[in-house]
C-alpha cells in the first residue's frame, strides 16, 4: 500500500502489532495504545514501542506524557464515513502538542485529503490515493474560513493583516 | 447583505473546480457510484428517484434580486421551469442531468452563491428569522452571527464527517420564527448588561424520534461563541453514535448521556480549550461582517398610509391579503411582504421561473433589493413601504402569487413526498392539495385564522408533522397508503411534539376529517380570535380526537 508522506511516496518500514500478538525484536513498530501504556508503565515487559495507532474510539489524551518519545501516532479509519480520526488529530497536534508523523491508515478517500491535511496529518497510507492523487487533493483549496492544525492561515486573520 | 471578498470568491471557485473534477471521474468511471457519493452529498446533490436533485445553499433565507434571477434561469435552462423552496431556506431543483451540475455550479458562483454542505454528514445551511432586519421584536439582527457561523462552519476540517447531518438555527427575538427548539443547535441571541450572547439549546430535531432541544448554556458571550460551538461539535463529533445512523443525530446523544452530562462533557471540552486553539475572531472582523447588514435607508414615511386605506376599502380581497401576509417592520410606514407559494392546486414551496423574476422586479422596485425565504416555504419582501403595496399586491396576484394565506390552513409545509423522493412511503403532495381545497374559500379560511397543518411522506419528517398544530404523516401498510393525524404540535417558543391520535386514515377520508376538526374548534373556541392550538391546549386532546373519528 504506497505511503504518501509530506509530498513523496516513501518506504513504509513499520509493523502494527495487535494486541496479544508477540513484539517484533527489531524494527520499529506500533501497538494500540492500551498496550502501549501496559509497556511504558511496565505492567508488560518487553520492547519499547515507538508507535501507536489509535482506532476511533480511542482517546489521545493519555498518551500526553510520552508524545515526546512517539515517532509515530497512526489513526485508523475502518470507514471513511467515520471522522473521529480527524478530532483525534486535531487534539494531538493543537491540545497535546504531538510533534511527530501523525499518518492516517485504513479506509481513506483521496477527496479527504485536504482535510486531514488541515487536521494535522503530514502522511496517507492508503490504497485509495497515491502520491499524483495526495498532490492534487492538496492542492485543491488555497485558502480556509478557520484556523485549523495545517494549511493556510485562517481568511479572518488575513483579511485584518495578521 | 454579505458580499463576498476575494477570499470567499476564491474558497467557492476551488469548489467549483474541485466537484468538475469529481464529477469527471464519476462519468469517466474513475469513481464508482458509491465513492462519488459522499463527494455530491456534501454538494447538494442527491439520487432521488428519478434524477439527480441539486439543492442550493441560501445562507440564512437571504436572497439579492440578482441571485433569485439567476435561479429561474437555472430553472429555465436546467430544470423544468421551477424549483422548489425548502424548509430550511434553500432551493433545490429536481431534473438536473449531472454533466450540467458542474456548470450550473460556476453559474451560481458568478452571484455568490453555492451548494457546499447542502447535504451529507457535515454543518449545513444556518438558518434563521425570515423577518431578521426588519421584526420589531428582535433584539439585533441575527443574520451577522448567522453569516460568521456559515464562514467558521464550510469546509471546517474536523466536523465533515459527522455521525449524521447537523443543523443549527439562530433567532434573536422572543416569538422564535426560526423553530430553534427543533434543530441541532438553536441559538436565541440575547443581551445581558450590555453585552451581547446566545442561549444554547442542543438536541432538537424531528424524524423518527422527535426531540425538543435541552438548554446547555443561558449566556455564552458573542466572543465565545465560535469556541462553544467547537466544543459542541466535537464532543458530538467523538461520541455520537455511529452504529446506527437511524440513532446518530445529536438528539440521541444528548437524551443516552441525559442533560446533565451531556452539559457536563460540553462545558469540560471548553474549559480544556488551550489559548492557542481559541478562535479568537478579532473585533474589527465581526465589524466588517455586521457593516454587511446595516438596515436599508427607508425614507421616513406616515404611519398611517392614505393610499394603503384607500386600495383596502376598494378591494376586499386586497384587504384580506393585507391581513394576512404583512407583519410589522420596525419603521412606522413599511410592512414585511410575504409572498405566498401556497395558492390553490400548486406544489407548496415551488416557483416557476417567471414568478420569481417577478419577485425579484419587486424586491428591486419596491423592496430595497431584500429577499428571504421563509422555513414555511414562502418568500419574504422585508422592506415595503406600506404606499407601495396596492402595486406590489396587484403584480403578485397577476402572477398567481396574491394568496391570502400566511400561517392559516392552507400555508401547509409539506415534503415532495413520494412524487419525488424515494425514501418516501406515501405521497404528501396530493394529500395536501386536497386538504387545501376544503378550505379554498378565503372568508372562511380568514375566520378558521392561524393554522400551522404540516404534512410529512414518511417517518423522517421532511414535513415537520412533529411540530404542526395538526400534523399529517404518511405511511405505508401493506402497499397501501394511510395518514396518521397528529395533533398539538407547536414550531415557536413554546415547542411541543404532536401527538398521533389513532388510526391512520385512507387518503380520501383526510380532508373531511381535518374539516370535522376544524369545525370543531370554531364551535369550540372562547372567541373568534381564540387560535386552534390555544383552544386545543386549553380543551385537551380527547375531545378533538373524537371530533376526528366521528363518522362523516
Known sequence: MPLVKDGAEVPNGWTFVPDGEALPASGPFSVTPARFLALKEGRENGPLPDGVRLGPADDPAPLEPFLGDLCLIEVAFPRYTDGRGFSQAQLLRRRLGYQGELRAVGHVLRDQIFYMHRSGFDAYETQRAGLSEVLEALAEFSEAYQPAANGPAAAFRKRHGA | ????????????????????????????????????????????????????????????????????????????????????????????????????????????????????????????????????????????????????????????????????????????????????????????????????????????????????????????????????????????????????????????????????????????????????????????????????????????????????????????????????????????????????????????????????????????????????????????????????????????????????????ITDMIVCPGLDYCNLANARSIPVALAVQKVFADPAYEEDIGKLHINVSGCINACGHHHVGHIGILGVDKKGEEFYQILLGGRADEKAALGEIVGPGLKAEDVPAAIHRVVEFYRTQRSSPSEKFIDTLERLGHQTFQEALYAAG
Open chain 2, 1 to 408: 447583505m454579505y458580499r463576498y471578498d476575494q477570499f470567499d470568491a476564491r474558497l467557492v471557485a476551488e469548489r467549483v473546480a474541485q466537484f468538475r473534477g469529481q464529477v469527471e471521474r464519476r462519468l469517466s468511471g474513475a469513481l464508482t457510484e458509491d465513492e462519488f457519493k459522499p463527494l455530491r452529498l456534501q454538494n447538494g446533490v442527491y439520487l432521488q428517484l428519478h434524477a439527480y436533485m441539486l439543492r442550493i445553499a441560501i445562507p440564512y433565507g437571504q436572497l439579492s434580486p440578482r441571485q433569485l434571477r439567476r435561479l429561474a434561469e437555472i430553472a429555465r435552462d436546467h430544470d423544468r421551469g421551477f424549483g422548489h423552496f425548502t424548509t430550511r431556506q434553500n432551493i433545490q431543483f429536481n431534473w438536473v442531468a449531472l454533466k450540467d451540475i458542474p456548470e450550473v455550479l460556476a453559474k451560481l458562483a458568478d452571484v455568490e452563491m453555492h451548494a457546499i454542505q447542502t447535504s451529507g454528514n457535515c454543518i449545513r445551511n444556518t438558518t434563521t428569522d425570515h423577518f431578521a432586519g426588519a421584526a420589531q421584536d428582535e433584539v439585533v439582527d441575527p443574520r451577522a452571527w448567522c453569516e460568521i457561523i456559515r464562514q467558521w462552519s464550510t469546509f471546517h476540517p474536523e466536523f465533515a464527517f459527522l455521525p449524521r447531518k447537523f443543523k443549527i438555527a439562530v433567532t434573536a427575538a422572543e416569538h422564535d420564527r426560526a423553530a430553534i427548539r427543533v434543530h441541532d443547535v438553536g441559538l436565541h441571541i440575547r443581551q445581558k448588561d450590555g453585552v451581547t450572547g446566545f442561549e444554547v439549546h442542543v438536541g432538537g430535531g424531528q424524524g423518527r424520534t422527535p426531540h425538543i432541544a435541552a438548554l446547555v448554556n443561558p449566556f455564552v458571550p458573542e466572543t465565545q461563541i465560535l469556541d462553544y460551538l467547537e466544543a459542541i461539535m466535537r464532543v458530538y463529533n467523538r461520541y455520537g453514535r455511529r452504529d446506527n445512523k437511524y440513532k446518530a443525530r445529536i438528539k440521541i446523544l444528548v437524551s443516552e448521556l441525559g442533560e446533565a452530562e451531556y452539559i457536563r462533557q460540553v462545558e469540560a471540552e471548553f474549559a480544556a480549550q488551550r489559548d492557542a486553539e481559541k478562535i479568537d475572531l478579532p473585533a474589527a472582523e465581526v465589524a466588517r461582517i455586521h457593516a454587511y447588514f446595516a438596515p436599508p435607508a427607508l425614507a421616513p414615511k406616515p404611519a398611517l398610509s392614505k393610499p394603503l386605506e384607500a386600495a383596502k376599502a376598494a378591494d376586499p380581497a386586497f384587504a384580506r391579503w393585507t391581513r394576512a401576509n404583512l407583519h410589522p417592520h420596525k419603521v412606522a410606514g413599511y410592512a414585511s411582504v410575504t409572498v405566498s407559494l401556497k395558492p390553490l392546486g400548486v406544489a407548496p414551496g415551488d416557483a416557476t421561473d417567471a414568478q420569481m423574476e417577478l419577485v425579484a422586479d419587486l424586491a428591486e422596485k419596491y423592496g430595497y433589493g431584500d429577499i428571504r425565504v421563509s422555513h414555511a416555504q414562502n418568500l419574504i419582501l422585508p422592506h415595503v413601504a406600506l404606499d407601495d403595496l396596492p402595486d406590489v399586491y396587484k403584480a403578485l396576484d397577476a402572477a398567481g402569487l396574491g394568496a391570502a394565506n400566511e400561517s392559516r
